[in-house]
């Protein structure tokens, strides 16, 4: 089965998942068409590619720790220990914007810096926020969906205080 697609940066190829070899992987293909070609090797799940093309971030499972790995090759690496639900990270230039661990009722919105290989608290959410997760482009909003009650009624909101610099 394949699914949970995303783009490049320049639109030439479409990310993923796949279990085509027994097993959740990462693969892309050209949008003009042509051969799919395997990107990860331990597991994936959601990918989106860096905002230079250079890099791709993605989740194994859901939850899941968040990888990144060179297009050009080489190993993975864990930079963050959880994310809550697939889909739940934006990519910048300097960083990611990601949904944390649920706890006591509320989930965490977080920015890992590139930089400094951290991450810094944004704001918590009661509730659970999962399934989806977008930055406006001047980061002054944030755009999620959330369930408060067991019922799994879901909401859309936005936050509107500047989210860096």
């Known amino acids: 089965m394949n699914g949970i697609p995303s783009w490049s940066r320049d639109g030439k190829w479409i990310y993923f998942n ?13 949008f ?30 859901s939850p899941s720790p968040l990888f990144a790995r060179s297009l050009a090759g080489g190993p993975e690496r864990q930079l963050v220990d959880w994310v809550g639900v697939s889909r739940d990270f934006a990519v910048f230039e300097d960083g990611i914007y990601y949904g944390g661990r649920f ?3 509320q989930t965490p919105l977080l920015f ?6 951290k991450s810094r608290l944004i704001t918590r959410v009661d509730g659970l926020v999962y399934q989806s997760l977008a ?5 002054r909003t944030i755009l999620f969906s959330k ?4 019922s799994g009624r879901l909401f859309l909101l936005l936050w509107g205080k500047v989210l860096s610099k």
């Open 147 to 150: 369930s408060d009650s067991p």
């Open 103 to 105: 706890e006591n009722g």
């Open 135 to 139: 930055v406006s482009p001047d980061r």
């Open 32 to 61: 003009s068409g042509g051969q799919a070609e395997k990107i990860t090797e331990n597991g994936g799940l959601t990918a989106f590619e860096s905002t230079d093309g250079e890099t791709l971030f993605y989740t194994k499972s």
């Open 112 to 117: 890992y810096q590139f930089s400094t290989g």
């Open 18 to 30: 796949s279990d085509r070899t027994g097993k959740n992987e990462i693969w892309r293909v050209p």
